[in-house]
T-cell receptor, first 109, second 114 residues
Framework: GQNIDQPTEMTATEGAIVQINCTYQ??????LFWYQQHAGEAPTFLSY??LDGLEEKGRFSSFLSRSKGYSYLLLKELQMKDSASYLC??????????WGAGTKLIIKP | EAQVTQNPRYLITVTGKKLTVTCSQN?????MSWYRQDPGLGLRQIYY???????DKGDVPEGYKVSRKEKRNFPLILESPSPNQTSLYFC?????????????FGPGTRLTVT
């Protein structure tokens, strides 16, 4: 079966750095997304990785290692508004999105 | 403004009473999809559509129907809702051109079936 694993919840301090990990086992791989979802709201796109390496976009960076079936989202200079759930999703060989259950990130002052 | 709209945003209904949740997008996207989101389970795909008159089952299609008669609209139909369909529902759309397709989500419909 297909599986995506993320930690259920993480806590970090305002101004700090946090890394949210995602491991996946899917039938094929055609890319990996990270989405941010504030409570009760729709997910919004953060990043897309299809090749190994680090993609940086402002305070957020996303890393991919296809050989390890592993990705992480790195958030720097954390702000209170970053408190949200972060969803990892993989495009499989049939070009369908497989979603992780999400990581709830709690930011403390 | 590019957007995906859903209606209603909130709905409380009773078991067995047919309902439809509408979804519309103004981005001329070919791909549209319905998800349900439950605590601890993440997003699960119900149905998706690659284009007009083309629909396919996702991971959890039982108890749901969809149609895609026009490119912009993708309604979700619950013929006989049951309490286990109480959930938060999201519609999403994406263009299929380019290197990848970024999904745009609607604001969500919170459905309660009693």
């Amino acid at each position: 079966g297909q599986n995506i694993d993320q930690p259920t919840e993480m806590t970090a301090t305002e101004g700090a750095i946090v890394q949210i990990n995602c491991t996946y086992q899917t039938s094929g791989f055609n890319g990996l997304f990270w989405y941010q979802q504030h409570a009760g709201e729709a997910p919004t796109f953060l990043s897309y990785n299809v090749l190994d390496g680090l993609e940086e976009k402002g305070r957020f960076s996303s890393f991919l290692s296809r050989s390890k079936g592993y990705s992480y989202l790195l958030l720097k200079e954390l702000q209170m508004k970053d408190s949200a759930s972060y969803l990892c999703a993989v495009i499989d060989s049939n070009y369908q999105l497989i979603w992780g259950a999400g990581t709830k990130l709690i930011i403390k002052p | 403004e590019a957007q995906v709209t859903q209606n209603p945003r909130y709905l409380i209904t009773v078991t067995g009473k047919k309902l439809t949740v509408t979804c519309s997008q103004n981005m001329n996207h070919e791909y549209m999809s319905w998800y349900r989101q439950d605590p601890g389970l993440g997003l699960r795909q119900i149905y998706y559509s690659m284009n007009v008159e083309v629909t396919d089952k996702g991971d959890v299609p039982e108890g749901y129907k969809v149609s895609r008669k026009e490119k912009r609209n993708f309604p979700l139909i619950l013929e006989s809702p049951s309490p286990n369909q109480t959930s938060l529902y999201f519609c999403a759309s994406a263009g299929t051109s380019g290197d990848y397709y970024e999904q745009y989500f609607g604001p969500g419909t919170r459905l309660t079936v009693t």
